[in-house]
């Protein structure tokens, strides 16, 4: 045999086969990152030991979620808690301050507990992109606290925590957000029994009107004393029953927060990625934190419960719904995180610790690692710089142990490159195009319930393409020069410099969920130097890489379950309009990218690779037919219920002499998710008289529809409507009254007053004609800008929230100038008064209560009255 036999037979080995390993290697290696996911979600679902009253006396210092629980039960008890109606403005702000005048009567001397109820008028302009608002609130309350020392000096930094006590319609707010009230509860408690004073005063703001446009949170920021001297918060809400706090949210940009949050909390639970999710507006909600950061320009962080939120903002949000594990994890990180910031130096001067955002953590839920983004950016660039300096060395040991040539050797790596990046093309088009066809044969959300099947609905075509990509490579492709091994290590590398690239654009950008692929390249280049030591020695290199991906499959294991069981849930409340199955798709992509990126091509050294992509396609055809059949109903009662708002309306549009122009009543569904109302069509007769709104959207501003909130018009194009038998019945009908007409004619206005009385949850929508220009109202000091126009109208949204004490409302419209259209001469301005019951379900008309009576078992149906008055001035 000469040299160059010699040299083949090494590359191919004595029987064609040496180089590869059994295939029962793949099954194994499946089982080992299905053992670690398990394991990972079993330490995920593992929760602090609640303690009882009891255990008081041995651990006078902890947090004691029995008292919590308790005091639970008595606020959640007494039904809904809509801000402005009986049960929340008195019977839960009198439980509030009951509880908290006995923490005071209990604390220690050293402490003083004060506790006060604010009620507040004012406004804000929200500034949505499609659909802006002008929020109104008059006599909303807050019961607020403070902790300060018997004696000495006023404290001139203050500490606040806050969370809301009212609640939605026809929700006892067990989660939201009575548990976090109970919680901030037992925290003041514990913190008012300590031996010694804080350096700094803490204040506990219980918010009475958060779920309404968060007022109540603006009503502290801007008409209360004690917000001047707050420094830094923590807000605390839920969207969810039970599991971990993540602490989703914080800063901005004074990251010693996450200094404390990491050397204090003993459950930490927090990732960047949550927060640039929830501000990418892919959570359909906002929480206080947007208020104390934009209005009061003051930084702090978000907790909240996010875990599997299907019964978030229904009437199965109850008591029994939160463990007592729930609350003592969050009891223990927020009372060990106040009472660290209630003594920080920081607090004295933050302008002198304002620094950058942070990357930020948990591993999980053991440790915080968190770095600014300045720090990011050098880690970063330095890790790719070294990736690709010991993918150089490794090529260069190849070149060394072969007789490849460079430029061989070069083409190879292209070829590689180009192979991987068309795998995960491919197989990201076929999950993403599968998740299309689903959508459009309203297949959709079979996963809603069935959380597995994205595994096989969507990871499975993805891994499919990522595996078949380079097997099909390497089976059509020869190499003279180049082992079986070196090759894949060669597809191992160019995945590894794919991922680089993307690093360093994401860095770039200021993308800080890049540290995702940060962990990936981190480790792949920390095996890649063991095994360059090493030399690659042959089949030791395979093992030494595949410890290497056990921490990253760990971690994205973690931010698997992060994801899923909050954005699942989240697809039962969101726009009924899009496609969820897009969403979760590029979930299960962005997993499969980063936890099977360098697992994938090992398969190519199998002896019968197809078995394998055998087993992975079967999987995907179960989880098909699982999906089309019962089991694959989104639905369950109880569990994961399917949400519907249907509203009884009573519409009523006036000619400009103040006679009627059109009077109708209907049954309006405002749609949830894909199946609204396709689920109920052949379930309820009345459906089959169910039309959309259509072209009615056209002839009535905003299609005469009483709309909670403005946005709720976006959903006109996916919202249906029936004929209903009679008017519903109002325990506080509207009375619009117009008190008066001044014109100055210097100024070429004219103003308009008018008085309403109406039921505490209304809106008003002002659009002026065409020629005519708003230039003043008593809404607010300024004309904000119009939202989404109406026939070329600007259209002008104020959402309007009065407690129990105001219901009559004065306000003034001015306009300047003269209608341009001969139809509408002599007009200025379209005025609609909007007005909510909900909260009055007891005054549904019989015919409503049967209507709603025929939804199906698994739908949870928030039904109420609604009125709408339109007029043109």
């Not at 921490?551 to 969820?580: C, D, E, K, L, W």
Request: glycine residues 6%.
């Amino acid at each position: 045999m000469d040299q160059n036999e010699e040299d083949r037979s090494l590359v191919k080995g004595e029987d064609g086969r040496s180089e590869k390993i059994s295939l029962w290697w793949f099954p194994g290696l499946t089982g080992v990152i299905v053992g670690i996911y398990f394991l990972v979600h079993w330490n995920w679902v593992s929760m602090p030991t609640a303690l009882r009253r009891a255990d008081e006396s041995r651990y006078p210092e902890r947090f004691i979620a029995e008292i919590a629980k308790q005091n639970l039960f008595e606020m959640s008890n007494v039904g809904p808690r809509v801000a402005g109606s009986y049960v929340n403005d008195v019977v839960t702000v009198g439980f509030l301050r009951r509880v908290i005048e006995d923490i005071a009567d209990s604390a220690n001397p050293v402490h003083r507990v004060e506790v006060e109820v604010q009620s507040a008028y004012g406004d804000m302009f929200l500034d949505y992109e499609k659909y802006p608002q002008t929020s109104v609130y008059r006599g909303i309350l807050n019961v607020v606290v403070r902790l300060v020392p018997s004696v000495g000096p006023e404290p001139d930094h203050y500490l606040m925590l806050g969370s809301h006590f009212d609640s939605v319609p026809q929700s006892p707010g067990g989660g939201d957000d009575g548990a976090m009230s109970v919680v901030m509860l037992e925290v003041l408690r514990k913190l008012s029994q300590t031996t010694a004073p804080f350096a700094h005063g803490i204040v506990f703001v219980f918010n009475g009107c958060e779920e309404n446009t968060l007022q109540g949170s603006h009503a502290f920021v801007k008409h209360h004393r004690y917000f001047e001297k707050v420094r830094t918060f923590i807000n605390m809400d839920v969207a969810a029953n039970g599991g971990r706090d993540i602490m989703f949210q914080a800063g901005p940009k004074y990251s010693f927060l996450m200094t404390y949050y990491r050397d204090h909390v003993p459950h930490p639970y927090c990732t960047a990625v949550a927060e640039e999710l929830f501000q990418a507006d892919l959570v359909p909600s906002e929480t206080d934190f947007y208020v104390y950061s934009k209005f009061g320009q003051v930084p702090g962080m978000d907790f909240a419960h996010s875990t599997w939120g299907y019964l978030y903002h229904t009437a199965y949000d109850a008591y029994e719904t939160i463990p007592n594990e729930t609350l003592q994890h969050t009891g223990d990180n927020v009372l060990a995180l106040a009472t660290a910031l209630a003594n920080a130096d920081e607090l004295y001067d933050m302008a002198e610790h304002e620094g950058s955002k942070a990357v930020f953590f948990d591993f999980l839920n053991w440790f915080l690692i968190y770095y600014p983004l300045w720090a990011s950016i050098l880690l970063n660039v330095g890790l790719s710089l070294i990736a690709v300096a010991t993918i150089g060395v490794s090529l260069w040991l190849t070149m060394q142990r072969t007789v490849v040539s460079f430029r061989s050797l070069a083409l190879q790596c292209l070829a590689s490159a180009g192979v991987i990046l068309l795998s995960i093309i491919v197989g990201a088009g076929l999950s993403l195009a599968l998740a299309a066809i689903l959508n459009a044969v309203g297949s959709s959300m079979s996963w809603f319930t069935q959380s597995w099947l994205i595994v096989g609905l969507y990871g499975c075509p993805y891994l499919l393409a990522t595996i078949v990509g380079p097997l099909l490579f390497i089976r059509l492709t020869r190499h003279d020069h180049l082992k079986l091994q070196d090759r894949v290590q060669i597809l191992l590398h160019m995945t590894c410099l794919l991922y680089a690239i993307l690093l360093i654009v994401l860095t770039a950008v200021s993308i800080r969920s890049a540290y995702l692929f940060t962990i990936a390249i981190l480790f792949y280049t920390v095996s890649a130097l063991v095994n360059v030591l090493i030399r690659y020695k042959p089949f030791h290199w395979i093992y030494v890489h595949l410890i290497g991906q056990i921490i990253p499959i760990a971690y994205y294991s973690s931010i698997s379950m992060t994801s899923f069981a909050t954005f699942i849930p989240m697809q039962g409340r969101g726009n009924a309009g899009s496609n969820p199955e897009l969403l979760i798709a590029l979930f299960a992509i962005l997993i499969g990218l980063l936890g099977t990126g360098f697992i994938a091509s090992l398969l190519t050294l199998a002896r019968k690779p197809y078995w394998f992509v055998g087993l992975v396609g079967l999987f995907f055809v179960i989880s098909i037919i699982v999906m089309v059949t019962e089991a694959g109903f989104p639905f369950r009662a109880h569990t994961s219920p399917q949400r519907y708002y249907v509203y009884h309306i009573d519409r009523n549009f006036y000619h400009l002499n103040g006679t009627v122009r059109r009077s109708e009543t209907k049954y309006y569904i405002h749609p949830q998710d894909r199946h609204t109302p396709d689920l109920i069509q052949d379930l309820i007769p009345e459906m089959a008289y169910a039309t959309q709104p259509g072209d009615e959207c056209d002839r009535e501003l905003y299609c005469g529809v009483p709309f909670y909130q403005n946005s709720h018009h976006g959903q006109r194009e996916n919202a249906w409507w029936l004929p209903a038998d009679v008017r519903p019945v109002f325990p506080l009908p509207v009375e619009l009254q117009t008190l008066g007409k001044q014109i100055d004619p210097v100024a070429g206005t004219t103003t308009f007053t008018f008085a309403v009385t109406g039921p505490d949850h209304m809106s008003f929508y002002v659009s002026p004609v065409a020629g005519v220009r708003l230039t003043a109202w008593s809404f607010s000091d300024a004309i904000p800008r119009s939202g989404l126009p109406w026939n070329g109208q600007d259209v002008h949204f104020i959402n309007y929230v009065h407690g129990m004490q105001d219901p009559t409302y004065e306000f003034t419209v001015t306009v300047r100038g003269e209608a341009s259209k001969a139809s509408e001469a002599g007009w200025s301005f379209y005025l609609n008064v909007v007005a909510q019951y909900m909260h009055h379900e007891e005054y549904r008309t019989a015919g409503f209560q049967r209507f709603v009576d025929q939804f199906p078992h698994y739908a949870h149906v928030v039904a109420y009255p609604a009125y709408l008055e339109s007029r043109i001035f």
